[in-house]
């Protein structure tokens, strides 16, 4: 009921005799006294037809979106361990929306709905971690010990990132930053050695 209340502004609008009738295409007859030929109606304008996009008739065209980073960004994606994608799908988190992306200024981890971005100078300290104990490392975590932030995918291993200033990634706002993030992407070391290239604080 709250979604409907809320889209009273245009979301819906009542179609009166039936789909691509536009008023006035039809009309009350009136009665004659006198048989005679019926006055004829008034033909209605044909509507022209919207465009529909390439790719497939009727398709609606899409915008695509992209993530604002300064300088051009190299992506390593996440590695997925087979027996946890179904769970981790169930929250939004797929090859598609995980991975890291680096830049000269800036390090950008997306985690299907989660994020971190933080300037590449904060960063203090890059370590190749793994294996973990499963139940320990897959989907978004938070260390008891040091609020941590771990974004898992795979029990194998991953790349540990330490930050100069706590960032915030699993919740907005002041009250939860991290004073690192561990990525389980599928080739650590080759992280590693980009974050430790130019750039690197």
């Known amino acids: 009921m709250g979604e409907l209340a809320g889209r009273d502004g245009g979301g819906f609008r009542a179609v009166l005799g039936g789909p691509g009738v536009s008023p006035g295409a039809y009309r009350v007859r009136p009665r004659h006294d006198r048989p005679g030929p019926a006055p004829a109606r008034r033909p209605t304008p044909a509507r022209a037809a919207r465009p529909a996009a390439a790719g497939r008739p009727g398709a ?16 390593f994606p996440f590695r997925f361990d087979p027996v946890f994608r179904p769970a981790l799908a169930l929250l939004g988190v797929r090859p598609a929306t995980a991975w890291v992306a680096v ?11 989660w994020r971190l971005r933080t300037e590449r100078s904060n960063l203090t300290a890059a370590e190749l971690t793994g294996p973990y104990r499963w139940w320990r490392a897959i989907g978004p975590r938070v260390s008891m010990a040091d609020r941590g932030v ?3 995918s795979s029990a194998a291993g991953g790349l540990c990132l ?3 200033v706590p960032v915030p990634a699993l919740a907005p706002g002041p009250w939860l930053r991290h004073p690192g993030a561990t990525v389980t992407v599928a080739d650590p070391p080759a992280l590693a ?3 430790a290239g130019p750039g690197a604080s």
Do not use: N, S
């Open 150 to 152: 771990t974004f898992g």
């Open 162 to 164: 330490r930050f100069g």
């Open 193 to 195: 050695r980009v974050l």
């Open 103 to 113: 830049t000269d200024r800036e390090v950008l981890i997306r985690y299907g709905p």
């Open 60 to 75: 609606t065209a899409h915008r695509p979106t992209r993530c604002a980073m300064t300088g051009a960004a190299t992506r």
